[in-house]
T-cell receptor
Framework: RKEVEQDPGPFNVPEGATVAFNCTYS??????FFWYRQDCRKEPKLLMS???SGNEDGRFTAQLNRASQYISLLIRDSKLSDSATYLC????????????FGRGTSLIVHP | ETGVTQTPRHLVMGMTNKKSLKCEQH?????MYWYKQSAKKPLELMFV???????ENNSVPSRFSPECPNSSHLFLHLHTLQPEDSALYLC?????????????FGPGTRLTVL
């Protein structure tokens, strides 16, 4: 089993839709979790950290389920500008504090 | 602007060339990272430096040689690369190389090995 797994997609949704991505991790001792966004041919940028209690930032909601070892990202009211690849990052997945990236989930929002 | 710059942005080199990639950060961070991103693959961590000391070498071939002369600069020296080394090379920094720190990435160097 890979340390961090994501469905690569693409998720193809219309503007205004709600879309959710999951990311599973294998190491139950993982310490911290993040979602990054990467636009085509650009560097990854932090979208949001994921806290145990769940957190929300505008249209974006991130949740952590330690029992089932996954994190999720929910995007409400999708915009065209949300089209990107969303990377799940887990720290401590390999038994160390080195971050492990998932391969990313591609989102395409169309008019 | 993320405060992390990389040069050059694009590089084409032959297999016998020697070149260096440079990363510079203006964030006052203590940890610096080199990643490789190939098409359709997740980011692959190559090296980690913490307070200028290399703390992680993720089984990277010796044709890649990192150097961290100070906490603001990180280099990746390239020598006798292979075509499969063509990729986007990303530098990142974080406050410290512990688990709860977000990373800030530079724009990357897109490398093509002929």
């Amino acid at each position: 089993r890979k340390e961090v797994e994501q469905d690569p997609g693409p998720f193809n949704v219309p503007e205004g839709a709600t879309v959710a991505f999951n990311c599973t991790y294998s190491n139950s001792a993982s310490q911290s979790f993040f979602w990054y966004r990467q636009d085509c041919r650009k560097e990854p940028k932090l979208l949001m950290s994921v806290y145990s209690s769940g957190n929300e930032d505008g249209r974006f909601t991130a949740q952590l389920n330690r029992a089932s070892q996954y994190i999720s990202l929910l995007i409400r009211d999708s915009k065209l500008s949300d089209s990107a690849t969303y990377l799940c990052v887990v720290n401590g997945a390999g038994g160390s504090y080195i971050p492990t990236f998932g391969r990313g989930t591609s989102l395409i929002v169309h008019p | 602007e993320t405060g992390v710059t990389q040069t050059p942005r694009h590089l084409v080199m032959g297999m016998t060339n020697k070149k260096s990639l440079k990363c510079e950060q203006h964030l006052g961070h203590n940890a610096m990272y080199w990643y490789k991103q190939s098409a359709k693959k997740p980011l692959e961590l190559m090296f980690v430096y913490n307070f200028k000391e290399q703390t992680e070498n993720n089984s990277v071939p010796s044709r890649f040689s990192p150097e961290c002369p100070n906490s603001s600069h990180l280099f990746l020296h390239l020598h006798t690369l292979q075509p499969e080394d063509s990729a986007l090379y990303l530098c990142a920094t974080s406050g410290r190389s512990s688990g709860d720190n977000e990373q800030f990435f530079g724009p990357g160097t897109r490398l093509t090995v002929l």
